[in-house]
C-alpha cells in the first residue's frame, strides 16, 4: 500500500519483537541502534509534558509517567507520582490528585497529596485538602480547605518530650514556656 523510501529504512533501525508469554512486563521488545529497551523502562524527563487543551472534557483516571497539565475541563482522579501536574488558567478540575509537584492557577476542587510542593498561583480557586512538604499560595488566590505539611517536626518538640518525662503524668498540664520573674525595682 505504503511504499517505504531507502533513506527512510536505514535512518531508522528499529526492531520490534513480540514473545507470546503472559509476563506483562516482557511482551514487547524493542531495539533501537542496537540497546534493548522493554515496555517502560523509558523514564520521562521533566521536559516532557502532555497538555489536555481548553475543548476538551476528560472523565475518568489518568494515569501516567509524563508531566501534565490541564487547560480543560478534567473529572476524576490523576495519578502520576513522580512527575508535576499543572491546572492551567482556564482549567477546571475535580478530584484526587496525587503527583511530585502541583501548581494550580484555575478551579481544583478535591485533594491534592504531593510528594514535593504545591503552588496556588494569584487566579487560582482552590476547595479542598492538600497534603505536601511545601506549599505557596500567592496574594489573591482563593483558598478553602485544609493544609497538612508532611514535613517532621523541627527540634522544639524534644522540649515537650522533656516536660513530661519530667512530670511523670501525662495527663497534668505542662507549659512548656519558662516562666518569667517579675522584675523587683519598677
Known sequence: MFKQGKKAKTDL???????????????????????????????????????IGEKIIVEGIIRGAGNLIIEGVMKGDVELEKHNFEVGPKGRVEGEIRANDVVISGLLHGKVKAQGKVEITKDA?????????????????????????????????????????????????????PPVEASKGK
Open 125 to 177: 480557586d482552590f476547595y479542598g485538602s492538600i497534603k505536601a512538604d511545601s506549599i505557596s499560595i500567592e496574594d489573591g488566590a482563593f483558598f478553602k480547605g485544609e493544609i497538612e505539611l508532611g514535613l517532621k517536626p523541627h527540634k522544639k518538640n524534644d522540649l515537650v518530650d522533656k516536660q513530661i518525662n519530667k512530670t511523670g503524668s501525662k495527663g497534668e498540664h505542662v507549659s512548656i514556656i
Open 13 to 51: 533501525k528499529l526492531d520490534v519483537e513480540n514473545d507470546s508469554t503472559t509476563d506483562s512486563t516482557a511482551v514487547s521488545k524493542k531495539t533501537v541502534g542496537g540497546k534493548e529497551l522493554s515496555h517502560g523502562s523509558i523514564n520521562s524527563s521533566n521536559s516532557e509534558k502532555t497538555t
